[in-house]
């Protein structure tokens, strides 16, 4: 079973502003992680879900886990498996293909009004079922014909929107906007200046939103910048994760294009390096990430009061096993779900790691 598969993205960064000055809002801040004084996770105050392995309920990476009432919706790249709050398996939704009821790729996966959405940028549209798996309808992304790029990953934003981050647009001259904002059609009303894509590698993790779309995070492959949205108009860069030594160093981003950066930090004396910011939350007070450093995957907690960061990393035995954390976080009202890898069965689905936020600000209240 494969896993934790590494991408990039060659970033320029643009301030921009839609008056043409900077905003006067902080977006500098700069987040200090210190790798070498990582803290084990408390698993002994969190749950552990193991999530059942069958020949129909095989998972990979995970990308995506979405709740309703008593069921998950787990999303590993192109398809989506139920399962219990158990962990035991229920059933599979997707159906690959180019019939009514099909998807040819599995762009998207988001919960809309407790119906269950799959955008499928290759066919443009998306085919929303029930709970339950019954389909009910397919809606199609009507195309603006006054914008020249697609929308290829999309979120619910807000209350009646989407934001979307475009499909690169290869063609010379074009710059690629690098998000853009979608009406209830999936049509994109506008897009948003201040940064653009500059190649088609993707994360299909690549930005959150509170359901008002508040507190908002951007980010790229191996980009140490987490964005935001500003007035609905402009993407700019927000917080800074400093890794000091472990951070790819400036000049390797500066002279290396996209595949020769990817080769750089897969080889084994830079293993060390901390890389790959993703699934970042941002809340009133904290802000969460995963980051992936010397062969292992760890969270990182940072508290915008103190401005202080706890990083976590996972014991060396786990109910009397060996594990590793998986690329995956999901912060969800008073709980936090990271994916637990079993390294002496690789073939086993990911187990579940649900804990308590507030078992998590405990080391950072005395820093």
């Not at 996966?109 to 499928?120: A, H």
């Not at 999309?154 to 690629?176: C, D, Q």
């Not at 897969?266 to 980051?291: M, S, W």
Request: aromatic share 12%.
């Amino acid at each position: 079973m494969s896993k934790n598969i590494m991408l990039t993205l060659c970033i320029t960064v643009l301030l921009y502003s839609c008056a043409a000055t900077k905003s006067s809002s902080d977006f500098s801040n700069e987040i200090f992680v210190d790798v070498e004084q990582s803290v084990e996770l408390p698993l002994q105050r969190g749950r552990i879900i193991p999530l059942e392995t069958s020949d129909s309920s095989l998972l990979y990476d995970i990308v995506s886990i979405d709740q309703v009432k008593d069921k998950y919706f787990i999303r590993s790249r192109n398809k989506i498996l139920t399962f219990d709050t158990e962990g035991n398996y229920l059933y599979n939704i997707s159906g690959i293909g180019q019939g009514n009821k099909e998807y040819v790729n599995l762009s998207s996966f988001f919960i809309k009004n407790e119906e269950l959405c799959i955008y499928d940028f290759n066919q443009g549209r998306v085919l929303v079922f029930a709970p339950s798996g019954r389909y009910l309808r397919t809606e199609k992304a009507v195309k603006n014909s006054d914008v020249e790029c697609a929308p290829q990953l999309i979120r619910p934003y807000g209350k009646n929107k989407y934001i979307a981050k475009n499909s690169f647009n290869g063609t010379p001259g074009y710059v690629t906007p690098a998000l853009s904002l979608l009406d209830e059609k999936y049509t994109i009303t506008q897009t948003l200046e201040g940064h653009s894509l500059h190649t088609g590698f993707l994360l299909f993790d690549f930005m959150n939103c509170d359901d008002n779309g508040g507190f908002i995070t951007y980010w790229e492959a191996l980009s140490d910048t987490i964005y935001t949205v500003v007035n609905d108009c402009m993407v700019q860069p927000k917080y800074f994760v400093n890794f000091g030594e472990y951070a790819i160093p400036a000049v390797e981003r500066l002279n290396k294009d996209v595949y020769d950066l990817i080769d750089y930090v897969n080889k084994p004396e830079n293993k060390k390096l901390a890389t790959l910011i993703r699934y970042v939350y941002e809340e009133e007070n904290y802000l969460y990430f995963v980051f992936s450093c010397e062969d292992s995957v760890r969270l990182a907690l940072y508290n915008k009061e103190t401005h202080n960061t706890t990083t976590y990393i996972l014991p060396a035995e786990v109910n009397g096993g060996k594990y590793r954390l998986a690329s995956f976080l999901k912060v969800d009202k008073d709980k936090v779900i990271m994916a637990l890898e079993d390294c002496e069965n690789i073939e086993n689905n990911q187990s579940l790691f649900i804990i308590n936020k507030k078992e998590l600000y405990e080391k950072l209240r005395f820093k």
